[in-house]
């Protein structure tokens, strides 16, 4: 993801990483109530985040 903003807006790949995190930081995190449960309202082009996904990222954290 960073690689792909770096090249998209001409940054080098510290520069994109700090805009990115820089980007998360100032932006309010929005939430529903669903079912009991808070959830987080992410953006309309967000990828979708699925069962697939959240093993492949579980299955990076040590």
């Given amino acids: ?3 792909e903003h770096a ?8 520069e994109a990483i700090s805009d990115l995190v820089r980007r998360a930081a100032e932006r309010p995190l929005v939430t529903d109530l669903k079912s009991g449960l808070t959830v987080v ?4 082009h967000s990828p979708r985040v699925t069962s697939e996904r959240v093993a492949k990222v579980a299955d990076q954290w040590p």
């Fill in 1 to 3: 993801m960073a690689r």
């Fill in 41 to 44: 309202r992410l953006p309309e």
């Fill in 7 to 14: 090249a998209r807006h001409h940054l080098t790949l510290g």
